[in-house]
């Protein structure tokens, strides 16, 4: 068993950054790749980024390349989404995920098998 606990969401404006955090117990995270999705009202969840077990390889949606830079620390158990240039299209609950299918690209969502409760990210005008 697995427990993800998303953090740092909140309201910004437009242009300004937010870093979510994702702390993870229960299972050794050092030998998870993990990803994050965001879901806006009345829409499916969405791609964002994943990055693999060891930080050694990142991967991003295009709407979010070169915006957001997701990194992890295994020693602390926590895996980060640092989001720059916030506009309002990327208001969302935003989940961090454990990956455990093989998959290439990791961008399903049936490849990750453990989600955190997600964290609201609101960008205002």
């Known amino acids: 068993q697995v427990q993800l606990v998303e953090s740092g969401g909140g309201l910004v404006q437009a242009g300004g950054s937010l870093r979510l955090s994702c702390a993870a117990s229960?299972?050794?995270?050092?030998?998870?790749?993990m990803g994050w999705f965001r879901q806006a009202p009345g829409k499916e969840r969405q791609f964002v980024g994943y990055i693999a077990r060891l930080g050694d390889n990142t991967y991003y949606a295009d709407a979010v390349k070169g915006r957001f830079t997701i990194s992890r620390d295994n020693a602390k158990n926590t895996v980060w989404l640092q989001m720059n240039r916030l506009n309002p299209e990327d208001t969302a609950v935003y989940y961090c995920?454990?990956?455990?299918?093989?998959?290439?690209?990791?961008?399903?969502?049936?490849?990750?098998?453990?989600w955190g409760q997600g964290t609201q990210v609101t960008v205002s005008i």
């Open positions: 995920a454990v990956k455990s299918g093989r998959s290439w690209p990791p961008t399903r969502t049936s490849e990750y098998d453990y």
């Open positions: 229960g299972r050794t995270f050092s030998s998870s790749a």
